[in-house]
T-cell receptor, first 112, second 109 residues
């Protein structure tokens, strides 16, 4: 069956611009997670959705970061006024039975 | 917060050789996950260990969980170029998985 998909696969943007990253989870998976992976670092938790609500936003690094999820399906991670330190691979994962998570291929974000 | 330390950070082995990588937790492990990541790709779920002493195998990869040592080891037998990549361990951190920084494995043909 279809796995987790993310788009775009690569995004290059200028400092100060806003970006939107999309995640399509595995159908039927109620939990959805966003992580960030900086070069040479492990995965950094950003936010967790259960259904359409986000009970844990503790990993969002600043108020420039926000995420939403609609219809217990697609999620969008938005980064406003991007900074160079936002450059990273952004990974999305979904889960039916926590905490086993299945990951998408990621979006590589480069902020110039 | 739980911290996972993975060792060695990187490892180069010749094709056909065995290798072992480790993941050590700063806290009690209630569940340990192994993922593999290739450059530019997402994480591929390998296996999950839940109980102390548990051992699981998938093809030529075997992982064990030592609850007392708060450690998991992953062993690859007769490594192949397809085994190259970054191996990440993750532990149940409530509403998320806490990950180590990974073990980079390079297999030389």
């Amino acid at each position: 069956g279809a796995g987790v998909s993310q788009s775009p696969s690569n995004k290059v943007t200028e400092k100060g611009k806003d970006v939107e990253l999309r995640c399509d989870p595995i159908s039927g998976h109620t939990a959805l997670y966003w992580y960030r992976q900086r070069l040479g670092q492990g995965l950094e938790f950003l936010i967790y959705f259960q259904g359409n609500s986000a009970p844990d936003k503790s990993g969002l690094p600043s108020d420039r970061f926000s995420a939403e999820r609609t219809g217990e399906s697609v999620s969008t991670l938005t980064i406003q006024r991007t900074q160079q330190e936002d450059s990273a691979v952004y990974l999305c994962a979904s889960s039916l039975v926590m905490p086993t998570q299945y990951f998408g291929p990621g979006t590589r974000l480069t902020v110039l | 917060s739980q911290e996972l330390e993975q060792s060695p950070q990187s490892l180069i082995v010749q094709e056909g050789k065995n290798l072992t990588i480790n993941c050590t937790s700063s806290k009690t492990l209630y569940g340990l996950y192994w993922y593999k990541q290739k450059y530019g790709e997402g994480l591929i779920f390998l296996m999950m260990l839940q109980k102390g002493g548990e051992e699981k195998s998938h093809e030529k990869i075997t992982a064990k969980l030592d609850e007392k040592k708060q450690q998991s080891s992953l062993h690859i037998t007769a490594s192949q170029p397809s085994h190259a990549g970054i191996y990440l361990c993750g532990a149940d951190g409530g509403n998320r998985l806490a990950f180590g920084k990974g073990n980079q494995v390079v297999v030389i043909p």
